[in-house]
């Protein structure tokens, strides 16, 4: 069955409503009432019907490495002390505030326009997304406010941009994948018949060169008001964890012998939901499953990191059933329990968050569902190397 997106005016919800249809179409794309516009009605999901080929190798350069060399060659130079890790130049400013979220994870940003950079910052950037894991930019209207082709020429100078098989796109942008949910429709990928609306994931982990720095930001917001509230953005909280931190707590032993573990991540369950009519119901890429080393190595920065997600990890090659699902399940509880590595973003307008998908998982929290609002988001998102294990000599073919 082949679901199609279109729009219509609910009287639940004071702006348009998606909600999906059975009918068949070659294309279709959601349109907004005259007398209710959305300003980003733009960024709308569409679901066009065009097939992809596979992907194909490529060989990713990643721009952190710039950064770094720049940073040894003033280790070199005396100006910067061996072993520190000063900010970076871009954010070196009186304007501009920077602050930790967690100690495991994460800064936050302010007083700086990510339009703005120059090359060079932009490779800052990436090296300091890969040390902080997830870096959080306010106050981002010039970004959010310029258009797809700006978000692509900002995506792809850090590596090809990813096509998503199954999720929606604005129109004419299939690089840029959309989240979209409100009070009567979602186009997510999203199960239903969990105790949790929690999925611990790194974005599309079964492609064979998954994404490194990935952009995101939401352009509509669930939000509190009420008798007595104030009006306030609450709800749709994203969760983020610090897999280098995750790896870091297990004990020696047996963090060496994870080292030597290889897993399959597959894509097949979530083309599978596209193809029961969830979600827009494309498929525009034959799914595909590949083996990646459980541990990585940062390209850059050469830390370690656990790289296993409930979402899309499923055995451990070479185990039996039973010991697959057991260390899977260990560590996924233990994904799950380290609120002492997560790191909990509030989503205020123009706010826009980079994380690196190599040492990091994330969730999104769907808690605001009944209240019939919308959560509209956007993501940027090139791929990087193929993983790199974290066992010299690990054979992943
Ligand atoms: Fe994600």
Known sequence: MSATATITASSAAPSPVLKLNSTSAEEQTPSTPAAEPYRYAHLLPHFSQTQYPPLTPFEHVDPGHRALARERKAVANGTVAEGSTPLP????????????????????????????????????????????????????????DSSPEAYKEWGQYFGRLHIHPTSGHPEGHPEIHLVYRDGNSTFNFERDDSITTLSWHSDVSYELQPPGLTTFFLIAHPHARGEGLEESYSGGDTLFTSQVATFKRLSPEFQEFLRGLKVIHSGFE???????????????????????????????????????????????????????????????????????????????????ALWDNRVTAHSAIVDFKDGKQRRHGCRITPQAERPIPAKEGLQLD
């Open 270 to 352: 979530q083309a599978d939901y596209s193809r029961t009519g969830r979600r827009g119901g494309v498929v525009r890429r034959e799914p595909v499953e590949h083996i990646h080393p459980l541990v990585r190595k940062h390209p850059v920065t050469g830390e370690e990191a656990l790289y296993v997600n409930r979402q899309f990890t499923r055995r451990i090659v070479g185990l039996k059933r039973e010991e697959s699902e057991m260390i899977l399940r260990f560590l996924y509880d233990h994904i799950d329990k380290s609120g002492d590595n997560q790191a909990r973003l509030k989503w205020t307008p123009y706010t826009i």
């Open 89 to 144: 130049a871009f954010l070196r400013s009186p304007n501009v505030t920077v602050s930790e979220v967690t100690p495991n994870l994460g800064v936050e940003v302010s007083g700086i326009s990510l339009s703005q950079l120059d090359d060079a910052a932009r490779d800052d950037l990436a090296l300091l997304v890969a040390r902080r894991g997830l870096v959080i930019f306010r106050g981002q209207e010039e970004f959010i």
